[in-house]
């Protein structure tokens, strides 16, 4: 086989570092989303809105979702063709990336991981008063991310399409999870309330 074990990790070690990618493109947004609101006095417009708290919730999580991931993918995107070009010699012109761990990470993983992120994110948002306040309780949701990542970089965890496979519906579980929890907890009354 052309590539060693060794370096067939490489850009698998490389693909796990990129489920940070989203969790940090998206902090800031999703921390923004109802603290950066009652700090800029237009909570009050924004709940009034004809609009579900369902509808309501999943907008503020899409506003981070979305930019956060096209991030994701554009990131993906340079550094596989990057990769590609300075290997291509030294691989008999034969291309590497992407394997179907990185597509299983940046097109399964890292979706369900951000979503879980961002909804708790979006959760804290809505409970605390002010934006920085959010932010700084919403990098802790990073730690575990950190431990995958650590774990892959150690050698304790193996990336593998199994592995990825079953941490995807861990997480989709997560999603589900997290969006209902953050239904319950959003009450427009109750933020309503706290501004009078």
Request: aromatic share 10%.
């Amino acid at each position: 086989e052309v590539l060693s074990p060794k370096t067939r990790g490489f850009p698998n070690l490389r693909a796990s570092t990129t489920i940070l990618l989203p969790l940090m493109a998206s902090s800031v947004i999703a921390s923004d989303s109802f603290a950066g609101e009652k700090e800029r006095k237009t909570i009050e417009a924004l709940l009034a809105t004809p609009i579900s708290d369902g509808e309501l919730f999943l907008g503020k999580m899409l506003v981070s979702f979305i930019p956060s991931m096209i991030v994701t993918v554009v990131s993906f995107a340079v550094y596989t063709i990057v990769f590609d070009v300075m290997a291509y010699d030294l691989f008999n012109g034969m291309l590497i990336l992407p394997t179907l761990d990185w597509i299983l990470l940046i097109f399964g993983l890292a979706p369900t991981v951000a979503l879980a992120s961002i909804g708790l994110t979006v959760m804290i948002s809505g409970k605390v008063k002010g934006f920085r306040e959010a932010q700084q309780i919403s990098v802790i949701l990073i730690i575990p991310i950190l431990g995958m990542v650590f774990g892959q970089i150690t050698g304790a965890i193996i990336f593998g399409p199994l592995v990825i496979l079953a941490l995807i519906c861990v997480f989709v579980l997560i999603d589900f999870v997290v969006f209902k929890l953050g239904l319950k907890l959003f009450k427009r009354e109750e933020i309503l309330a706290k501004l009078a």
